[in-house]
């Protein structure tokens, strides 16, 4: 029950659901590239990814001072059928807005 409810919590709230979809399209992304994209500021989107992630939607990857979340892998049958919910809903997503500061890390790890 508690991981049911966890789950339920963890979706009742716009930005998460927004959130959800947005990695659900765009696939795995910096921390810098969500806040860039969905407008957000950097506290409000770690608290929120820290909610999807302890809810068991989300995964973090990090490398070097930055994290990159993604949508796990191995979701339950439940967390599929959420996702698949807020996939019906035809969401209007903002436009992936990359980080001038992620794309010169990258460039400089990609040396």
């Known amino acids: 029950?508690?991981?049911?409810?966890?789950?339920?919590?963890?979706?009742?709230?716009?930005?998460?659901?927004?959130?959800?979809?947005?990695?659900?399209?765009?696939?795995?992304?910096?921390?810098?590239?969500?806040?860039?994209?969905?407008?957000?500021?950097?506290?409000?989107?770690?608290?929120?990814?820290?909610?999807?992630k302890d809810s068991g939607f989300l995964e973090v990857r990090r490398k070097g001072a930055w994290a990159y979340y993604r949508i796990k892998e191995d979701l339950s049958l439940f967390h599929l059928q959420c996702l698949e919910a807020i996939k019906e809903l035809n969401l209007s997503l903002p436009p992936l807005v990359k980080s001038r500061a992620n794309w010169r890390e990258n460039v400089r790890s990609s040396r």
């Open 1 to 52: 029950m508690d991981k049911f409810l966890n789950i339920i919590g963890a979706l009742n709230d716009e930005s998460r659901v927004l959130i959800l979809a947005f990695l659900t399209k765009n696939g795995e992304l910096c921390v810098c590239d969500l806040q860039s994209s969905l407008n957000m500021i950097q506290s409000r989107l770690s608290r929120h990814l820290k909610i999807l």
